[in-house]
Antibody, heavy 118, light 109 residues
Framework: EVQLVESGGGLVRPGGSLRLSCAAS????????MTWVRQAPGRGLEWVSS????????YYADSVKGRFTISRDNAKNSLYLQMNNLRADDTALYYC???????????WGQGILVTVSS | SYVLTQPPSVSVAPGKTAIITCGGN??????VHWYQQKPGQAPVLVIY???DRPSGIPERFSGSNSGNTATLTITRVEAGDEAGYFC????????????FGGGTKLTVL
């Protein structure tokens, strides 16, 4: 069974940093593009960043470019999102998602909440 | 930047057909994917590559895509279909990024 479990969220002050992790199991992690998608409270889905199988490509949304860094460790079956210089509008539920390439996301984690507030 | 437009809400009686649209400039040239999200739950892929259904998704769910509009159709709607539905594409013509529609709340009357 495919499982994606996010961790590392919490409350952080504006300007602060957090590192999210996503532990994957039940599939060959190294064979899939991995993506972070977020959802602000009561809002829609927003694509954040995607990383290719062997770091073949990395893409970011304009809203996070220069502040967030996506990475992966295929040996540890883990995906990461380093978030720096956080702002109030980064407050959201962050989902880790799996996809066969950049197209679509066929499995999602349950999400982890990040709250940016003073 | 590429924009996907969905109606905020659609209402349908049980047993009837729900049609949810996703508008975008020449969206027919892109692959469209659809997700269902129930309150408090993660999104679930219900249609990918315009019209393919993942295993476990009922045949009542179907998709099409042509011109400037993609469509998710749910036939014989059930109370359990009440959820938010989001369309999504991968934009690679001018930039590389994922794009979601704003979402449509399906209400079963």
């Amino acid at each position: 069974e495919v499982q994606l479990v996010e961790s590392g969220g919490g409350l952080v002050r504006p300007g602060g940093s957090l590192r999210l992790s996503c532990a994957a199991s039940g599939f060959t992690f190294s064979a899939y593009t991995m993506t972070w998608v977020r959802q602000a409270p009561g809002r829609g889905l927003e694509w954040v960043s995607s990383i290719g199988t062997s770091w073949t490509y990395i893409y970011y949304a304009d809203s996070v470019k220069g502040r967030f860094t996506i990475s992966r460790d295929n040996a540890k079956n883990s995906l990461y999102l380093q978030m720096n210089n956080l702002r109030a509008d980064d407050t959201a539920l962050y989902y880790c998602a799996r996809g066969p390439g950049t197209g679509y996301y066929d499995h999602w984690g349950q999400g982890i909440l990040v709250t940016v507030s003073s | 930047s590429y924009v996907l437009t969905q109606p905020p809400s659609v209402s349908v009686a049980p047993g009837k057909t729900a049609i949810i649209t996703c508008g975008g400039n020449n969206i027919g040239s892109k692959s469209v994917h659809w997700y269902q999200q129930k309150p408090g739950q993660a999104p679930v892929l219900v249609i990918y590559l315009d019209s393919d259904r993942p295993s476990g998704i009922p045949e009542r769910f179907s998709g099409s895509n042509s011109g400037n509009t993609a469509t998710l159709t749910i036939t014989r709607v059930e109370a359990g279909d009440e959820a938010g539905y989001f369309c999504q594409v991968w934009e690679s013509s001018s930039d590389h990024r994922g794009v979601f529609g704003g979402g449509t709340k399906l209400t079963v009357l």
